[in-house]
């Protein structure tokens, strides 16, 4: 079983940027997708970025596609999520997840696998 912790969440203003880690460890992490997700209050979880195990295809959400960016290290056993151009509506929790597909999914059903969170809060 994969298990994923988050890291680098934080407070920024509007137009700033931060990066985000989910560190991954347990059973071959390399060959799952991992995505990124978000949720706002009252809001639900949605869909933000995902890098595919394999291949290292990208997928990303039309409101952040072009100001975000999902990695992964060679090791694949850690994933970031750069976050540039932050605006006050990208405030939400961000969760790292896997799925043991490696052909990857935008879908978070298809998710197996959660960390516990990070918040990212953008003042305006």
């Known amino acids: 079983q994969v298990q994923l912790v988050e890291s680098g969440g934080g407070l920024v203003q509007a137009g700033g940027s931060l990066r985000l880690s989910c560190a991954a460890s347990g059973r071959t992490p390399s060959r799952y997708t991992m995505g990124w997700f978000r949720q706002a209050p009252g809001n639900e979880r949605e869909f933000v970025a995902a890098i595919t195990g394999s291949l290292g295809r990208t997928y990303y959400a039309d409101s952040v596609k072009g100001r975000f960016t999902i990695s992964r290290d060679n090791a694949k056993t850690t994933v970031y999520l750069q976050m540039n151009s932050l605006k006050p509506e990208d405030t939400a929790v961000y969760y790292c997840?896997?799925?043991?597909?490696?052909?990857?999914?935008?879908?978070?059903?298809?998710?197996?696998?959660w960390g516990q969170g990070t918040q990212v809060t953008v003042s305006s």
């Open positions: 997840a896997a799925d043991n597909n490696p052909f990857g999914s935008t879908f978070r059903g298809d998710y197996d696998v």
